[in-house]
């Protein structure tokens, strides 16, 4: 439900290149603020690497040991400290983490732009079994890819920009690249950004027909697949034992949820 009147998009050859597009372009400065959280995906160096070159600093929430989820009280602290500072603030975080696979709760877009800051959603493993409607939840950049959705075409990222928030036209036009550059533009709503390999323009073609295939599917019959296979992963788990003794092998400490916003579809 992304409106082609609020959102752009730029697609890339690939996940981290996205991030590293966004680190390229994002107009950092000294006094920038990144906020970021512990379980972010490893490509955010990017990101960091381009805020500390340009004089901003980068500062991390924690997640809690006993559940993996966002430390609600820290991360509140962070974000209301930002707003009395008065610098520009821009958090990045996953919409499920890339490394527990625990889902963080969408609220937290709004409640970081009600404190002032930008937000960079990352759904990279969340879009495959969640559903994200930009109707509702707007953040001024969602990055992700496409082979995590459908598998093929594998060499495909995308970034998409809030209009209101940035210009991507002259944030392309402020790139120094190493390597030649592709952007084809289409109007102000879509652009091919390639820094190494090119993208093949047949692979959106074959997004189309992914995209198609995936909606005929339906998330609701892939999300009860997931439960099920997260189930049965549990059961076996726990039906381990050591060899010689009735020890369990494995203890199973933390509850796994579909929906952490809501804590429905948990294990």
């Known amino acids: 439900n992304a409106d082609v009147d609020e959102y752009s998009a730029i697609f890339t050859t690939g996940f981290t290149a ?18 970021t959280l512990l379980d972010n995906h490893e490509s955010i160096k990017h990101v960091i690497t381009s805020l ?3 004089g901003g600093k980068c500062y991390v929430a924690p997640v809690k040991d006993s559940d993996l989820v966002i430390s609600s009280n820290e991360l509140r602290r962070l974000l209301k400290w930002k707003e009395s500072r008065g610098d520009e603030g821009l958090f990045v ?24 800051w930008q937000v960079l959603l990352d759904v990279s493993t969340y879009l495959p079994t969640g559903v994200l409607d930009l109707s509702v939840y707007k953040p001024e950049f969602v990055l992700g890819s496409l082979h995590h959705m459908l598998g093929y ?3 495909m990222g ?47 073609a074959a997004l189309s027909f992914g995209l198609l295939h995936l909606e005929s599917v339906g998330l609701v019959p892939i999300q009860k697949r997931v439960l099920s296979l997260a189930t ?36």
């Open 158 to 204: 995308f970034l998409l920009v809030k209009k209101q928030a940035f210009t991507i036209g002259k944030g392309l036009q402020s790139l120094k690249l190493s390597k030649p550059m592709k952007d084809l533009e289409e109007g102000n709503d879509c652009h091919v950004v390639s820094e190494d390999d090119n993208i093949n323009l047949l692979s959106f």
């Open 153 to 155: 075409p594998s060499g």
């Open 52 to 54: 500390g070159l340009r």
């Open 18 to 35: 996205g991030y590293r597009l966004f680190g390229d372009i994002y107009p950092f400065h000294k006094g920038s603020i990144l906020l």
């Open 232 to 267: 049965w992963m549990t059961q076996m788990l726990k039906s381990l034992r050591h060899k010689d003794e009735e020890k369990h092998l494995l203890q199973v400490k933390y509850t796994f949820c579909l929906d952490a916003s809501s804590h429905q579809n948990c294990i």
């Open 93 to 116: 975080y996953p919409a499920q983490s890339c490394l527990s696979g625990i889902r963080h709760s969408l609220n937290w877009i709004q409640e970081a732009q009600t404190n002032r």
